[in-house]
Structure formats: structure tokens, C-alpha cells
């Protein structure tokens, strides 16, 4: 995410969840979900396959 200057407000929104599951992901306190990876697979261009790998 530091990469593509994300933060955790950006990952809220791009998986559509409120901003403190967001940071609970990033600190890894919480997992993606299936449809987490379904809608960051499009913002990094990559197959949602790889994410689940």
C-alpha cells in the first residue's frame, strides 16, 4: 500500500468497510474476506487468484 501511497482511510473505502476494520486489517488483528480481495484485485490490477494465494 506505502507503494501506491495508500493508507488505511483508502483501504476503507476501496473494500467498502468502515475505517477501523480497515486498520484492524492492516495490523493483522482481522483477515480480508473473500469479497475484500474480489474489490482490491481490480484497484492493484491483479487477479483476484493471487490475493487468495
Known sequence: MA???LTGDDLA???GVDRSIA???LKGTRNLTADHI???APR???SA???LA
Do not use: A, E, Q
Open 44 to 46: 492493484f490490477t491483479v
Open 23 to 25: 486498520y484492524r486489517i
Open 3 to 5: 507503494d501506491n501511497g
Open 38 to 40: 474480489k474489490k482490491l
Open 49 to 51: 487468484d493471487l490475493l
Open 13 to 15: 473505502r476501496i473494500i
